[in-house]
């Protein structure tokens, strides 16, 4: 049995004030200057370690009160109040909401998962991965020393090739030559930036996180050509016109060629030259037969890895209403199955993975793996503000962030949904991450119940 995998992780301090959800209103007018001011009260001594920050040019309150309503009942003369802060209102958008990057902010700061001990209060159903519900039937009889006691479970993925059979000689000598494969023990890599700030140390910060976490990071060629201490742990992705010979790119256990005409013949040499480096194909996540029939060929020419992209928010890129990812996969894997092909080729998708059960969410509707990119750049404290795709200056300077400072951010965040990952898998009662792929029957699908429940209501009598 492999050993344990654990993330180290130590608190790392946020370089900004973080944004807080309410904001105080302290009028100062009617005071009736008590000789005990709920002020001096505040169990979090919020109104004593309040500055004027020069980095936000505000008042710091707003992101150290807890919000736990003491000082606002408290006041004699009412003088304080408590409002919602317009800036929270204005972080992220639909997907990645201010709760959300709250969240990830706190996990990345901490390497833990966030409690609420209010409890959970929003909607219990919505859109894209938030109309799954995942079967959680073990968490009423948990083990007897938890998940992180004497029970083990795996997060181990493989990224390769896999043999349709095995065959042995007649001393029973294993006759199948196994192809090349990377194993990862946690089912995430870091994939490319969508936007954001990005410079020589914000791909530092990547490539040493992922060495560490012993994943992959997924960047150009040109930027992974300057990181070659790092190459076991970098994937880069080229067009093939980018390159003039593929001895460029043999130095990388692994390379990912974008989808055009052309990539088929080179995979078809690649495969000649260098036998033994995983290549996989980087798809755009559409569904329908034409897209499906290109993801079939691929795995016909001996692929090793099939990564669909969706757009940031988790849907079919460049497409109004399209499909969310979680269709899309259950669309490629379930045709996969059906050509035989899916215990053969391992397959990534990227897009819209916003929080640790979507990784398992993403996983259950059929992929491999996933890919994250915009929670690494909400690590190191990005607003979602995208100013940056309009040339404007980033309001908290991810490009001159300090390489070791940005990797034990990520390395944190990736240490919190490790954590979740393990929590969600033992509520299943599933004990290893590669048994989780394509368990359709252990999620409840919104669209498919509402099907169930109401479709014999509403059918048109006729028919």
């Given at each position: ?62 992101q150290l009160c807890k919000s736990c309503f003491r000082c606002v009942q408290g006041c004699p003369k009412r003088l304080i109040h408590k409002t919602i802060n317009p800036e929270w209102e204005s972080l992220g958008d639909d997907l990645y909401t201010p709760e959300t990057i709250a969240i990830t902010w706190t996990q990345a700061e901490t390497g833990s998962i966030p409690v609420s001990g209010a409890g959970y209060g929003g909607k219990f159903s919505g859109p894209g991965f938030d109309s799954m519900w995942t079967d959680m039937s073990e968490i009423v009889r948990p083990t007897r020393d938890g998940i992180h006691g004497r029970e083990y479970i795996s997060t181990i993925v493989e990224i390769g090739r896999k043999p349709f059979r095995l065959e042995f000689s007649e001393q029973g000598h294993l006759v199948t030559k196994l192809p090349s494969a990377i194993r990862l023990p946690i089912p995430i890599i870091f ?273």
């Amino acid at each position: 049995m492999p050993k344990k995998y654990h993330i180290h992780v130590h608190a790392t301090p946020n370089r900004f004030p973080v944004i807080g959800r309410s904001g105080i209103v302290d009028w100062g007018e009617g005071c009736l200057k008590c000789a005990k001011c709920v002020k001096t009260e505040c169990v979090y001594g919020v109104y004593k370690a309040r500055r004027f920050s020069t980095d936000i040019f505000g008042d710091t309150i707003d992101q150290l009160c807890k919000s736990c309503f003491r000082c606002v009942q408290g006041c004699p003369k009412r003088l304080i109040h408590k409002t919602i802060n317009p800036e929270w209102e204005s972080l992220g958008d639909d997907l990645y909401t201010p709760e959300t990057i709250a969240i990830t902010w706190t996990q990345a700061e901490t390497g833990s998962i966030p409690v609420s001990g209010a409890g959970y209060g929003g909607k219990f159903s919505g859109p894209g991965f938030d109309s799954m519900w995942t079967d959680m039937s073990e968490i009423v009889r948990p083990t007897r020393d938890g998940i992180h006691g004497r029970e083990y479970i795996s997060t181990i993925v493989e990224i390769g090739r896999k043999p349709f059979r095995l065959e042995f000689s007649e001393q029973g000598h294993l006759v199948t030559k196994l192809p090349s494969a990377i194993r990862l023990p946690i089912p995430i890599i870091f994939d490319m930036f969508p936007f954001g700030d990005i410079s020589d140390n914000v791909w530092r910060s990547t490539a040493l996180a992922a060495s560490r976490l012993q994943t992959l990071v997924f960047l150009p060629l040109s930027e992974a050509k300057k990181l070659s201490e790092f190459k076991d742990n970098l994937v880069p992705i080229f067009s093939p016109s980018q390159i003039e010979s593929l001895a460029d790119v043999s130095q990388f256990r692994m390379i990912e060629i974008h989808d055009e005409p052309s990539t088929l013949n080179l995979l078809s040499k690649n495969k000649s030259d260098n036998p033994d480096q995983i290549v996989s194909v980087r798809m755009e996540a559409l569904s329908g037969k034409s897209q499906l029939k290109k993801a079939l060929q691929y795995c016909e020419a001996g692929i090793d890895l099939i990564h669909y992209v969706a757009d940031e928010r988790g849907y079919e890129p460049s497409i109004e209403n399209g499909l969310h990812i979680k269709d899309v996969i259950k669309e490629i894997h379930n045709s996969m199955v059906r050509a035989t092909f899916r215990d053969e080729v391992s397959f990534l998708v990227s897009g819209g993975i916003a929080m640790a059960e979507h990784v398992i969410k993403a996983i259950l509707c059929g992929a491999n793996m996933v890919g994250i990119d915009i929670p690494l750049l909400i690590a190191l404290e990005c607003r979602v503000c995208r100013n940056c795709r309009e040339g404007g200056q980033c309001p908290v300077s991810i490009a001159k962030i300090d390489p070791a400072y940005g990797a034990d951010r990520m390395v944190n965040l990736i240490g919190a949904w490790h954590n979740q990952l393990l929590e969600m898998m033992g509520a299943m009662g599933i004990r290893e991450v590669r048994r989780l792929r394509g368990e359709q029957g252990r999620v409840m699908f919104r669209e498919n119940l509402e099907n169930d429940t109401f479709a014999q209501l509403f059918m048109d009598s006729d028919s």
